[in-house]
């Protein structure tokens, strides 16, 4: 049974951090490039970051320098440092596992909800 299971979303302050973690089961999670996509109220799913089984990381524009993307094959776990949060990083973050060389072989974790707020 497959699962993506995230946490470490929660209620932070501008300027502070948090840490997501995406934990996998059921699939082989060093052969899958992993990301994480937000989506706020009335807005798309859009890519935050992901990161290849070689470990080449992509990120969108407006978290390049404040977000890192790391995994850890050995736990079968992503994770996402956030740093210097910003209001309008306030979403819902989903961990997102695709398959390298396998079309249709793409899951979703339930998400978890990140507000950044004073």
């Known amino acids: 049974q497959l699962q993506l299971v995230e946490s470490g979303g929660g209620l932070v302050q501008p300027g502070g951090s948090l840490r997501l973690s995406c934990t996998a089961s059921g699939i082989i999670f060093s052969i899958y490039t992993m990301g994480w996509y937000r989506q706020a109220p009335g807005k798309q799913r859009d890519l935050v970051a992901s990161i290849s089984s070689g470990r080449s990381t992509n990120y969108a524009d407006s978290v390049k320098g404040r977000f890192t993307i790391y995994r850890d094959n050995a736990k079968n776990t992503v994770y996402l440092q956030m740093n210097s949060l910003k209001p309008e990083d306030t979403a819902v973050y989903y961990c997102?596992?695709?398959?390298?060389?396998?079309?249709?072989?793409?899951?979703w974790g339930q998400g978890t909800q990140v507000t950044v707020s004073s």
């Open positions: 997102n596992a695709d398959h390298e060389w396998r079309s249709g072989y793409n899951y």
